[in-house]
């Protein structure tokens, strides 16, 4: 019976999670930085069909503090048309030199898709 109502309340958890409802999605879930790397870049992609849409983007430390080195996403705003993909680059600074070489470092990416204002009135 134990086993009956494990297999249940499992089965009705995975059937609940729903998918993000995003606009400006990642071509990724992860973002591998390697130290010889310069730079990497992540592709941003609006699959809204008729909106276009600002994409902030930021990084934050493992205490979920935004972050300005050792590493930098560039560019910090920019404009997507609808159906229209962009790309982010992740730079190093000279302050990565700080990290520690025998562990790897983690780092958030963050994007907020920011709507375009409606014309029409009292609607947010």
């Known amino acids: 019976m134990k086993k009956l109502h494990f297999y249940l309340i499992a089965l009705l958890t995975m059937v609940s999670a729903t998918p993000a409802l995003a606009a400006v999605n990642l071509d990724r879930t992860r973002i591998i930085y390697h130290a ?16 276009p849409y600002l994409a902030q983007v930021w990084l934050e430390n493992a205490q979920g503090e935004k972050i300005t080195s050792p590493l930098v996403a560039l560019p910090p705003m920019q404009r997507i048309d609808a159906g229209e993909k962009s790309q ?10 700080g990290l520690p070489k025998d562990r790897e470092s ?3 990416f963050n994007v907020r898709e920011v709507p375009p204002k409606s014309d029409m009135a009292n609607v947010m």
């Open 36 to 51: 010889g790397d310069k730079s990497v870049s992540v592709m941003l992609e609006n699959q809204s069909k008729t909106l």
């Open 88 to 97: 982010i680059r992740i730079l190093q600074l000279p302050e990565t030199a």
């Open 106 to 108: 983690l780092f958030y």
